[in-house]
């Protein structure tokens, strides 16, 4: 390889560890050429495509044949469309009125697609399957390999744009080393996912994407570097990091604690029993956050009482007598739910979402938390409810009202809204404790989309700003007496959550396999040493500052474990 | 020719599982089955997509069509699972 290729450039760090290999390229979909020559020999042509289809087909099932139990009805929902002699009639009926090959695959396709979409919910779920058919076969007919992530046959670092969930339901920490995106943020889809299955990855890397596929390149996942063929010294050197890094993690599986004994509890976000199973596996300290949207999303009707007690109940099972945190359901606009879809709204992040809903649909939620009740009943298991989105302290008295009515032990509330930060004291005067989930509460407090990968400048989670924001509410929480835990994707953050706990966050909750990271670092450094981080960082001018000061304070150790 | 009537019973109507499953019962007796809903005009019955684009709700009749050998049985067995209600099962 020359040596006008050798670069480094970085992007955003978003799941730790290091992974050097060839780089695999996910090919952006092709669009069906304005200029394609009108078809004149329909039957020929109908005889083409119709092939096309089928060659699509017989890809996706052979993936399907090796795929996971997760990734293998996607796939083979894909070929069960380029294999439906609808889509084959509607392509035959283009052709039929000279459309191109490609330009009338891609007619018949939109045309079932519009008529999905006005019928919603799981229809117009069918119509990412049905477009990822069109463009794979619009690929094949322009003699292209077929977009997506194609079929890692040696341990890979992948390259994309952006990757959708569906593209990612493959990837197995096995053949997939690493990650890079040229889009995405701290939070998106990807970073959370590489995180769960333990894959480095880093987003934001402009220019990833024009750097050819096959050629070696290193990632560093923890401080976001990206090496375009290494030199042997530059590998052996990530090589090094990774042992240590290795043998940093390999000490304890106890509870969190600082290196001075300050406890800080480390749990573990789910969204799913199969999660709880799961996480319930590793040494963590409990849920610190379910998420139970997966009950409810994609649904026509409401889960019933009995269909929620047995999912609750099978989740507080898996972790005896150990700690579970549950959310209760966090919908509204941008998570719409079919039986309780209140319309949309022109900005779903600030309108009837969480407890928003709840207080409107209050059938959805009641039923939810006798279900919870039952659940709690049934296990003895140290259950804590608490409610998405409150923003005063009305909310939380209506909240807390309702849960302990049924009996209910412990009531929190999430603070994700700068107004419960700001105002903590008088929210947790009514409730137990709360959790701070710093993904919302930073979008809120910045003003920033999280989900606008362009905006992740204002979205580090380092951010002075929102440093303040969560020391306000933990001193609400001193002068209540009442613990407040983190959630958001921070918490995850081996030098992060230094700070936290030297903002006096008393838990930290996350994706389990950011926990031994976590607990290392905090075992390193004393509380002491933690509250002169938190003061330093928010001294600081900007994130990148903040992190810098408190880097150079840190133990020398901690530096092998982002 | 063979020729039944049905009302789908399943309350989400002809959609997602229930649609699902009715095609792979069609494609499994590998006769041509056509369906169509009142005033309709019949699709073929192998077709998910068409299936799902016909929009039949819970209580809507359809018409189902077959011919060859064993059509009767075939059809008699399609009109035992619209009738379930199979969102539920």
Redesign the interface.
């Known amino acids: 390889m020359s040596d006008a290729l050798h670069t480094t450039f970085h992007g955003i760090g978003v799941s730790a560890g290091t992974a050097v290999g060839p780089l695999v390229v996910v090919t952006p979909p092709p669009t069906a050429p304005a200029d394609e020559a009108p078809t004149t020999d329909a039957p020929a042509a109908v005889e083409l495509v119709r092939g096309v289809l089928a060659d699509v087909a017989a890809g996706l099932e052979a993936r399907a044949a090796t795929a996971s139990d997760h990734a293998k009805p996607i796939l083979e929902a894909g070929a069960?469309?380029a294999r439906?002699?609808?889509?084959a009639?509607?392509v035959e009926t283009q052709l039929q009125a000279g459309k191109g090959p490609t330009n009338a695959i891609t007619a018949a396709v939109e045309e079932?697609c519009v008529?999905?979409e006005s019928?919603g919910?799981?229809?117009a779920e069918?119509v990412t399957d049905?477009r990822d058919v069109r463009d794979r076969a619009v690929a094949r007919l322009l003699g292209k390999p077929e977009p997506g992530v194609p079929t890692l046959s040696v341990p890979s670092i992948l390259a994309a744009h952006d990757l959708a969930p569906a593209e990612t339901a493959t990837l197995t920490a096995e053949t997939c080393l690493g990650i890079v995106t040229e889009a995405g943020g701290p939070t998106s889809h990807t970073a959370i996912l590489a995180a769960q299955l333990g894959i480095p990855a880093v987003v934001q890397a402009i220019g990833i994407m024009a750097v050819p596929a096959g050629v070696t390149v290193a990632i560093d996942g923890g401080v976001g570097e990206i090496t375009i063929n290494p030199t042997d010294e530059e590998t052996a050197l990530l090589e090094e990091r990774k042992k240590r890094r290795a043998a940093a993690l390999a000490g304890g599986t106890g509870k969190g604690a600082t290196k001075d004994g300050y406890p800080v509890a480390l749990l573990a976000n789910i969204g799913t029993a199969d999660d709880a199973r799961k996480a319930a596996e590793q040494p963590v300290e409990g849920v610190g956050l379910f998420r139970t949207e997966f009950l409810f999303l994609d649904r026509?009707?409401m889960p019933t009482v009995e269909e929620q007690t047995a999912t609750y109940t099978e989740v507080f099972k898996a972790f005896g007598d150990r700690r579970v945190v549950v959310r209760t359901l966090d919908a509204g606009a941008d998570k719409p739910l079919k039986f309780a879809d209140l319309g949309p709204e022109e900005n779903p992040a600030l309108g009837r979402r969480g407890i928003r809903l709840g207080r409107i649909r209050t059938d959805v939620l009641d039923a939810q938390l006798e279900a919870l009740a039952a659940a709690y009943k049934a296990t003895g298991a140290d259950v804590r409810v608490m409610a998405p989105m409150i923003a005063t302290q009305a909310e939380a008295i209506w909240f807390a009202q309702r849960v302990r009515a049924l009996g209910l032990p412990k009531v929190g509330v999430m603070i994700e809204v700068p107004a419960a930060a700001i105002r903590s004291r008088g929210i947790l005067y009514n409730v137990d404790f709360a959790s701070i989930g710093t993904n919302d509460l930073q979008q809120y407090t910045m003003a920033a989309d999280r989900m606008q990968g362009e905006l992740a400048e204002l979205l580090n989670p380092w951010e002075p700003a929102l440093l303040d924001v969560i020391a306000v509410a933990c001193d609400g929480g001193a002068a209540m007496g009442k613990p407040i835990g983190v959630c958001g994707e921070a918490g995850g953050d081996p030098a992060l959550a230094l700070v936290l706990a030297g903002l006096g966050v008393s838990s930290l909750s996350m994706a389990p396999g950011k926990v031994p990271a976590v607990r290392t670092s905090l075992g390193l450094h004393t509380l002491t040493q933690c509250q002169q981080m938190a003061a330093a960082a928010r001294a600081a001018g900007d994130a990148t500052e903040a992190k810098q000061a408190v880097l150079e304070m840190a133990d020398p150790v901690l530096l092998d474990l982002l | 020719m063979a020729t039944r009537q049905v009302s789908i019973a399943s309350s989400v109507g002809l959609h997602a599982r229930p649609a699902s499953l009715f095609v792979q019962a069609v494609t499994a007796s590998g006769l041509p089955v056509k369906i169509a809903k009142e005033g309709g005009s019949p699709v073929d019955a192998k077709s998910i997509l068409m299936v799902m684009a016909l929009g039949a709700k819970c209580g809507e009749t359809v018409t189902l069509t077959a011919e060859g050998d064993g059509a009767d049985a075939v059809l008699d067995s399609l009109v035992e699972l619209l009738s379930r209600d199979l969102d539920a099962e």
Do not use: A, I, K, V
Not at chain 1, 84 to 87: A, I, S, T, V
């Open positions: 069960m469309m439906d002699p609808g889509l009639m509607g079932y008529m999905f019928l919910g799981y229809m069918r049905l026509d009707t």
